[in-house]
């Protein structure tokens, strides 16, 4: 393979060219990549390099290191319905619940007091029933800088956590449908689905994310999934498994909820792609919120709706105030402009990259 490196981060260059290959099927499943010091005498790059990339692919889900047969290709973008019919077995699934640092008090301080000196009259303007048109904006960029998303501030919505989108996308998508949700899960997913009086199918998880046959037969047409860390169980999805959460929601007018919670944290030097960056279809609304980057007490989430919702959300919810203070708003807007958002992040990422090497020497 014919490798194009420029200059920039190498080594994520490489990644997404190999990537791309294997999801092609130019490394067919159960081949072997090239060695690290032919490839990185083919490429022009050093072999750390290609060690960096390869080491991306492991953590993703895409190869496998092996001892003395080098890196093995373990995705399938058939994976799973193939399979559906197979007993999965009993799941070993693991129950964890991660801790990080909290975010500085003295940043956060200080931003508070930047914000009640240069916006002044501009906090006591309601905000646009979506979020204030700044904080979207920021949103956006970083999205597009951190998470491989590039979507429009319009496609943003703002609310007061979790549980409060959750109502909405039942509201936008409609009561007379099935949810699909992770079994495990996070316990409020289900609650907020019992309060709506809607139905829902909890699905078991496996090692590998939600187990296929169950998926395969569910009867539902929304499929609410967290495939960075589900929590309370620990597990991440495959990169064979998310694309079978996008296969699956192909067929019909089928969605996928991506509650991408905790991903920030992943101590690969790139985070897991997404399910919305990945899928060819307008059909997944990405979730997130800044309960774990910053502090649960903000009471602040955002979603990313399909560009075909846009319009209907206007028209069923658009009515709906913004349940975030402008003020809070403006605070957010301010730490993701400055960097110290992500300087935040990349502190806690180190911190636990260290941590996980210390545990493995």
Not at 84 to 113: C, I, N, Q, W
Not at 286 to 300: A, D, E, H
Request: hydrophobic share 35%; aromatic share 10%.
């Amino acid at each position: 393979m014919k490798y194009r490196i420029d200059k920039g981060k190498r080594y994520l260059q490489l990644y997404q060219q190999i990537r791309d290959d294997i999801i092609a099927g130019n490394y067919p499943y159960h081949t072997k990549l090239p060695s690290k010091r032919s490839l990185a005498e083919e490429t022009g790059v050093s072999t750390i390099t290609v060690e960096h990339a390869y080491a991306l692919l492991c953590d993703e889900g895409y190869v496998e290191a092996r001892e003395r047969s080098g890196f093995i290709v373990i995705f399938r973008k058939t994976d799973g319905f193939a399979a559906a019919a197979e007993s999965p077995g009993k799941s070993t699934v693991r129950h964890s619940e991660a801790s990080y640092p909290d975010f500085p008090v003295s940043v956060l301080s200080k931003t508070m007091r930047k914000v009640l000196n240069e916006r002044r009259d501009a906090l006591l303007e309601k905000a646009p029933n979506c979020g204030c048109t700044e904080l979207r904006e920021a949103i956006c960029r970083y999205l597009a800088r951190n998470r491989g998303i590039g979507v429009g501030a319009e496609q943003i919505v703002i609310g007061a956590g979790s549980e409060y989108l959750y109502g909405l996308i039942v509201e936008l998508l409609g009561r007379n449908l099935v949810y699909a949700i992770e079994a495990p899960s996070y316990k409020k997913i289900e609650q907020v689905y019992r309060a709506a009086e809607i139905r829902y199918d909890p699905l078991p998880l496996t090692n590998a994310g939600i187990d296929s046959k169950a998926l395969g037969e569910t009867k539902a047409t929304v499929l609410h999934t967290t495939p960075y860390r589900s929590y309370p169980s620990g597990v991440s999805a495959t990169a064979s498994k998310r694309y079978e959460y996008i296969r699956w929601a192909e067929t019909g007018r089928r969605y996928i909820i991506e509650d991408d919670f905790e991903s920030e944290f992943s101590v690969s030097t790139k985070p897991v792609e997404t399910l919305f960056a990945s899928s060819p279809q307008d059909n997944v609304i990405y979730l997130n919120t800044f309960s774990k980057t910053i502090s649960s007490s903000l009471r602040v989430g955002y979603m990313v709706l399909p560009v075909h919702l846009v319009e209907e959300f206007e028209k069923k919810l658009g009515f709906y105030s913004c349940t975030v203070p402008t003020f809070i708003q403006y605070v957010l807007t301010e730490l993701l402009d400055n960097g110290d958002f992500e300087r935040h992040i990349n502190r806690v990422r180190r911190k636990k990259r260290k941590e996980l090497s210390q545990e493995l020497t």
